[in-house]
């Protein structure tokens, strides 16, 4: 059963949506250009004061609604190559399980300090490229495209499992070395990150960890905040999403830090 206010183990005044629901459409927005809007949204659900378990689970819930958002108006704009999702989004749902399994058995921190490494590696190589992600050279379903991302979004889904604060800005990486500009990479990931978070909002449902009340009123401003991103994305091109991508690999590797002291 859905949890009410009362079932809560702290008292949370339903005030809290008063800077919950802004904060999730600007999660929204960022994550429908760059990735990286549960790097908003789980810590502002922690600071409502929700326990860790509710706060992931609600977490899952609103963003399936912002992932589900921009996902549908990439793939209108014909941003998303279907016939490569059908390859890769199984892989990213059996390595999002196999990651959420390892959680027992590896210490988390300790990979978080390698991963926050690895993001700002990454992001540095976007910046420095000044031509990365601007033009679209895709060549379609090659077997070097797939050599790449098929092992890649297994890894990826494989970490979504086991952290998770990032995945969009990898698979946004991954898909910018396949060819893509920024823009088609950002609509690709959206799609896998949908599969992903609508798998793990079926095993959270299952779990009653969900605070419906709060969740489903943040899950609505993710998805007007995902709309509005995506077309700001698809309007202002490689370039815009570039910058914000820069912005999100910050806050990402910042964070991935903090969790890991």
Do not use: E
């Not at 399980?97 to 390698?114: E, Q, R």
């Not at 088609?184 to 949908?194: E, L, Q, T, W």
Request: hydrophobic fraction near 55%; charged fraction near 10%.
């Amino acid at each position: 059963m859905p949890l009410a206010p009362h079932d809560l183990p702290l008292t949370i005044s339903p005030s809290v949506l008063l800077y919950g629901v802004p904060l999730a459409f600007l999660a929204g927005f960022i994550d429908a250009v760059a990735g990286g809007g549960g790097t908003i949204t789980l810590p502002t659900l922690l600071f409502m004061g929700l326990p860790a378990a509710n706060a992931v689970a609600t977490n899952k819930l609103l963003a399936i609604f912002g992932s589900a958002s921009a996902t549908w108006q990439y793939s209108k704009a014909g941003h998303i190559d279907w016939a490569l999702m059908a390859r890769l989004i199984p892989l990213a749902l059996v390595g999002s399980a196999l990651g959420a399994y390892a959680v027992h058995f590896v210490d988390p921190n300790i990979f978080k300090w390698l991963v926050a490494v690895v993001v700002l590696v990454v992001g540095a190589l976007v910046l420095v490229n000044k031509n990365f992600g601007l033009a679209d050279r895709y060549p379609g379903l090659t077997p070097r495209v797939l050599a790449l991302t098929l092992p890649g979004t297994f890894i990826i889904g494989l970490y979504d499992g086991f952290i998770g604060p990032g995945t969009g800005t990898f698979l946004m990486f991954m898909f910018a070395l396949t060819g893509l500009n920024l823009v088609r990479a950002s609509g690709n990931a959206k799609a896998i990150n949908f599969a992903t978070n609508s798998g793990a909002f079926l095993l959270f449902l299952l779990g009653s960890k969900m605070v419906f009340w709060i969740g489903l009123p943040m899950g609505i401003a993710n998805a007007l905040g995902a709309y509005v991103g995506s077309r700001m994305a698809m309007l202002r091109g490689s370039a815009f999403v570039k910058v914000i991508y820069a912005v999100i690999v910050v806050l990402v590797a910042g964070k991935l830090f903090l969790d890991a002291r």
